[in-house]
């Protein structure tokens, strides 16, 4: 079995190193094997993702109105900050154009955006957008209420909840380790 293991990771590495890349290892599994996922959906090709350095975004106010701005764009489907770099990676769909992003950001009138891509040779080059930007930006009409960022909504928090007459008294050391483990660990 381990010999027949080494031998496929060995024809994988050759049609890889023919091919010059991994087209060949995905499109000609080996043994019927097929190269595993690390990351669920992380071969949605109806989505991008996009850098943003996004000027004016020095705070954490205007880091809220520039998460504000982001989630009303249709289209948007997540978003990260790096504040100390002033960037934003936005992941979009495919239809939604990164000049959207960034007349809506300018639409704040405190920030402005340029995206930021990799050239030829690695370095990052920034792309600027002008600044009569007519992109049509699809808002998200009706958003749901974001419930408010409060510790507990609990109106008691002296009292707790637990099972009456659970029989915990008799239990085995197992019981009693399991017990432990799913009241100290939050699952």
Not at 16 to 27: I, K, L, M
Not at 37 to 54: E, H, P, W
Request: charged letters at 25%; glycine letters at 6%; a negative charge.
């Amino acid at each position: 079995e381990t010999k027949l293991l080494a031998s496929e990771i060995y024809e994988l590495l050759q049609a890889a190193g023919v091919a010059d890349g991994s087209e060949a290892a995905e499109s000609a599994p080996v043994g019927g094997r097929r190269k595993a996922q690390f990351f669920l959906g992380s071969s949605n090709k109806r989505a991008k993702t996009v850098i943003l350095q996004i000027d004016g975004l020095d705070d954490p106010g205007r880091r809220s109105l520039c998460e504000e701005t982001l989630l009303k764009i249709r289209g948007v489907i997540s978003f990260t900050f790096q504040m100390a770099v002033k960037r934003c990676i936005v992941r979009i769909r495919s239809d939604l154009k990164a000049e959207a992003l960034a007349s809506a950001i300018a639409a704040t009138e405190v920030m402005t955006a340029q995206q930021v891509m990799k050239a030829e040779n690695g370095d990052e080059v920034l792309i600027c957008f002008p600044d009569d930007s007519s992109v049509e930006v699809e808002q998200n009409a009706d958003l749901p209420e974001y419930l408010p960022e409060e510790e507990s909504p609990s109106q008691d928090p002296d009292k707790a909840v637990s099972r009456v007459g659970s029989g915990q008294e008799g239990t085995s050391w197992l019981g009693a380790a399991a017990n432990f483990l799913s009241r100290s660990f939050y699952w």
